[in-house]
Every structure is written in C-alpha cells, then in structure tokens.
C-alpha cells in the first residue's frame, strides 16, 4: 500500500511538473507490462485509472493525468506501413497532446518552404512526447525507430485522442462548395508495388537486392535517419562546408541503423559509394523512384453515387490544423 502511495505521489510529481513548464517529456510506470488491448476505435482503447478486464491490475488504484484519459495502444499491423519494417513484438502507445505540445504546435508555419526544417522539428517534438515506442527484445527503441511515412498517421491518431469530443477535426474541401471530416482510415498513406514487395526480405524488415557485384539493403527511412540526415546538412551549411548532395537523395533508404551514423561513418559510406558500378546505381535509383512515388498519401471516399473517389491528400489549415481549432474566435460570440 505504501509503495503504491508513493508510485502515485510520483506520478503527481511528474504531472505539476511537467504542467508547470519544469519537465519536457513523459515517464511511463515500469509497472505497465502490457497495453490495452486494441479495439475498433482509439476511443475505446483507453486507461482511465478505473477497473477494466483487460488493464494491467498494477493500475487498478493508480492515478491518471486529469487532462489526459490515459494511453491508447496502436496496433502495430494498422500503421500505413503494416508493421512490416519494425522488429517483431514492437508494440507503441500514445496519449493525448497537452498544453506544452500545443502550444510548440502553435508555431508552426508549414506554408513557408523556409521553414520546412522547422517545421519538421515540430512534428518530431509532438511525436517525442506524445508516442512510445516499445521493444522487450530490443530495449533501445524509441520513436525515432518509427517510420517516416507512419508519423502522419501516428500524429493524426494523437489528435483524434486529443479532441475526444469532436470539437476539432480536419476538413477536406470538394468540389462546389462541398467538404467532408477526414480520418487518418480514409488515407492510403503508401502502396509499395509487388514488384519491389517481392524482395522484401521479413527476417531482414527491408529489401534485400542480389546483386552479381554485392547485396544491396534498402529501408523505409526512419525518423532517427531522416533527423540525423538533416542535423548534418545544417551543420555543413552553417559551417559553410559542401557535401555530397547526390547521395544525401538515397542516404535516407540505405542506412539500416541511425544508432551507428557519425559524420566519420557517414562521409565513409559516402567515399565507398564512389567505386559503386552503373548497375548498383540504376537499381538504387529504381527503388527510390518506386518508393517516392509509393508514400505519395492520397484520400479515398465514396461520393453520393457510391463511387470510390481519390484524391491528394490535402485538408483545410495545413498540418497545423491537426491540433489548432481552426476558426477559435467564432467560440468567443
């Protein structure tokens, strides 16, 4: 009883901390072992503190954050990817975006093309904090082992749990003046092609390409590759260094582990590049045009004759709509 007044009291702690400005980022209690079990709604997959089947009995008496109903879990084999290229048994969480999350959200300018890197920077806070990611096996995972073409869908998930009451939700501008609410289901976030599928390798969770000369592995980026990938490319344009510009377009798709990347190993596998015949190129080149066009996300809809339409993906403020109230001075009266 006294441990579990203590685990409570420091999970409070934590919270006026966090809510105060004093802590950037969440501690799940080592207690939870197992997450909710998935459901058909992110709604319904929730941990309020209270006596639940199928919830961890260590949460039967603890406390929650009493702006946050809890955690939901993500079926791994939802995500755009399928769960393809992540190590088997790799579980993640979300709860909802807070005060802090919102408020970085805020100052997001994703219509500026000079503000892209910024912008980026702020979808990786909010998944930061808001996303974890799970592995018993392989215990240094986090969320920057996440996919990029998983983070949109992973965002959209984290505001569909932050605004449980619909009070906020993305629209979609048709034809004539018609719209329609979007969903994260509604987007085909990638279709990789069988072509490039039949090398998939699920021992390897990438593509695995023999060649005469040498075996080629091709990745879906992670955010940890991407991140690293453009921290070095601001640091050589600050320092006013070149690089291989040529190669930072395949970099992304031929780095397996962003956990061994040093600016030493990457100008070393730069170098090594060099020697790389025609034949290993065109085939790089090949599964990053298949790719590219691939994770190029559209929306897809029944019209009012039944009729299954596609479209870009594209919604009504931009990215920042995803935790912004798009019209807040129509509630003031």
Not at 26 to 41: G, L, N, Q, R, W
Not at 61 to 90: H, M, V
Not at 263 to 292: C, P
Request: glycine share 6%; hydrophobic share 35%; net charge negative.
């Amino acid at each position: 009883m006294a441990n579990t007044k203590k685990n409570n009291e420091s999970i409070l702690e934590q919270y006026v901390g966090e809510m105060e400005g004093g802590l950037q980022s969440e501690v799940i209690p080592e207690e939870i072992k197992e997450p909710v079990k998935p459901s058909a709604s992110i709604k319904d997959n929730i941990i309020r503190g209270e006596r639940y089947d199928e919830m961890p009995k260590s949460w039967e008496g603890g406390i929650t954050y009493k702006d946050n109903i809890g955690y939901a879990n993500i079926p791994i084999e939802s995500l755009p990817t399928g769960g393809l290229f992540y190590p088997n048994d790799t579980r993640i969480l979300i709860r909802a975006a807070r005060g802090a999350e919102i408020k970085h959200w805020s100052t997001m300018n994703d219509r500026d093309l000079e503000e892209i890197s910024n912008t980026d920077d702020i979808l990786n806070y909010v998944v930061e904090r808001c996303i974890t990611v799970r592995n018993e096996n392989v215990p240094q995972m986090n969320w920057k082992d996440l996919k990029d073409v998983d983070r949109l869908y992973l965002l959209m998930a984290v505001s569909e749990f932050t605004f449980l009451e619909d009070d906020n939700h993305l629209i979609v501008p048709l034809s004539e003046g018609k719209e329609m609410k979007l969903t994260k289901d509604m987007i085909d976030f990638i279709q990789i092609p069988q072509e490039l599928m039949k090398f998939y390798s699920p021992d390897e969770k990438c593509f695995v390409l023999n060649l005469p000369s040498r075996t080629i592995k091709m990745h879906i980026p992670s955010l940890g590759t991407s991140n690293w990938i453009k921290n070095y490319v601001r640091g050589k344009n600050l320092a006013r260094e070149g690089y291989d510009e040529d190669f930072i377009l395949f970099a992304p798709m031929l780095i397996g582990d962003f956990r061994k990347l040093s600016q030493r190993a990457y100008e070393e596998m730069v170098s090594d590049s060099a020697g790389w015949t025609v034949t290993e190129w065109s085939v790089i080149a090949k599964v990053r045009d298949l790719l590219a066009s691939a994770s190029e996300p559209k929306i897809k809809y029944k019209d009012e004759s039944g009729q299954e339409v596609t479209i870009p993906l594209t919604f009504r403020g931009g990215l920042k709509a995803l935790f912004t109230i798009q019209d807040p001075l129509s509630i003031l009266g």
